[in-house]
């Protein structure tokens, strides 16, 4: 066998040991999942049901909740895997990541793991959020095809925003800085995309900076 082809498939074995290990991190703390579940149910039960009944933010005819839903979806991801440096932190602090670094794995497999691990985390989530809007009625229209490109979206998305995260668990030293940084951005992330209003009631330059949010790419 070609030893180039040895080498991807043993790199990509690597890649799946870790992601498959963050896995395991979420099967020995399942409260993890309903904690993270709480913010997503407040929006579609609380928040999204008073905005549809005062109907005080225009869809074009498109029943409000059933506007909010993927903006929740999406806002919930990227919650997720905005925060997930800071596991990298505290597995550097506790001498894991070391562990880590000194095997032959190498760094971007590692890289790599992580991200596809907190994609496939978030896919436990979107099930959940899924589940709850078909509970509520909310009408998605969503076919099997639709299904499988969605979870397909959140796992990349997932992975996108968590390299993010891990790169900035790089350059700082604490985890308090770090909860700073990440609380920092996702407000603004959040509210500067079309996750609970649309594009066309923003003033034109948080329009502009919408464009290039990634958050309104994934909702």
């Not at 550097?92 to 990541?97: E, F, I, P, T």
């Not at 609380?183 to 996750?195: R, V």
């Amino acid at each position: 066998m070609d030893k180039s082809n040895l080498g991807l498939r043993d790199s990509l074995a690597q890649v799946l040991a870790v992601a498959e290990a963050e896995l395991r991190k979420l099967r020995h703390d399942p409260v993890e999942l309903f904690t993270r579940i709480v913010q997503p149910v407040l929006w579609l039960v609380i928040f999204g049901q008073v905005m549809g009944r005062v109907n005080a933010i225009p869809t074009g005819g498109i029943p409000y909740l059933d506007f909010l839903a993927p903006g929740v979806l999406a806002q919930s991801v990227m919650f997720i895997a905005i925060f997930y440096g800071l596991s990298a932190i505290w597995e550097r602090d506790a001498g894991v990541l070391t562990k880590y670094l000194v095997s032959p794995t190498p760094r971007w497999a590692l890289v790599l793991g992580k991200a596809l691990g907190s994609g496939f985390r978030s896919l436990s989530q979107a099930v959940v959020i899924l589940a709850l809007t078909l509970l509520m009625g909310i009408d998605l229209r969503l076919s099997f095809s639709a299904v499988a490109a969605l979870l397909g979206f959140v796992v990349l998305g997932s992975a996108v925003f968590s390299t993010f995260s891990l790169i900035i668990a790089c350059l700082v030293k604490t985890r308090e800085r770090f909860m700073g940084i990440g609380q920092l951005l996702t407000m603004p992330l959040f509210f500067a995309s079309n996750a609970i209003y649309p594009v066309t009631l923003m003033p034109p330059w948080l329009t502009a900076v919408a464009r290039i949010n990634p958050l309104s790419y994934l909702v």
